[in-house]
């Protein structure tokens, strides 16, 4: 018998298994080659601060934590300047979607698409009708999941003050 899979808000108990996560794809994203995440972002009080804001998620399997995603209905400043390309609603209210990962046992059973698509059902019903998320160019996984979703590749974002912080924006627009 199968076990039940849903998400809910993270809470500041979950925080460690969050970081655990956390930690655990950012070794993913060095052995793939990226240098994503590589320098302490996010921190562990980047995802307390995601979790006293209501925005950190959990992907329940049963009892078990197995990922997690941040989704920021009012948007992120890093979003609202964009290079090499131009947003479809620039000027309109947008969401963002960041810090999806999945735990190391849980990978290869398409726990990060039901995590996407339920933060998307999530914005639509706060009213999100625009969303936003970038990732690293060699961030594969991340580029694949965003097109399958029907996000579109706008240009690019800085996400931190140095050009390492360069990251592939996609948008998606809901009606």
């Known amino acids: 018998m199968g076990e039940p899979i849903y998400m809910r808000k993270a809470t ?10 956390i930690e655990n794809a950012r070794q993913l994203l060095k052995e793939d080659g990226s240098d994503q995440w590589q320098h302490g972002y996010p921190s ?4 307390q601060q995601d979790i006293e804001a209501d925005s ?12 997690t995603g941040t989704l920021m209905p009012q948007g992120d ?8 390309g131009k947003w479809n609603h ?3 209210p947008f969401g963002t979607i960041n810090r999806i990962a999945i735990a190391s046992g849980y990978r290869g059973k398409h726990f990060a698409r039901i995590i996407i698509s339920t933060l998307i059902s999530i914005a639509y019903g706060k009213g999100v009708r625009d969303l936003r998320i970038s990732t690293h160019e060699k961030n594969k996984r991340v580029h694949n999941l965003v097109l399958d ?3 579109v590749q706008r240009g690019k974002v800085f996400t931190g003050p140095s050009d390492d ?9 809901l009606e």
């Open 44 to 47: 562990k009080l980047s995802m």
């Open 56 to 67: 950190c998620y959990l992907l329940m399997y049963g009892e078990k934590i197995v990922g």
């Open 12 to 21: 500041l108990d979950d925080l460690d298994a969050v970081y655990e996560i």
């Open 90 to 92: 620039a000027g309109h």
């Open 149 to 151: 979703y029907g996000f």
């Open 165 to 173: 912080d360069l990251r592939v924006a996609y948008e998606l627009n």
């Open 77 to 84: 400043t890093h979003y609202a300047y964009i290079v090499d």
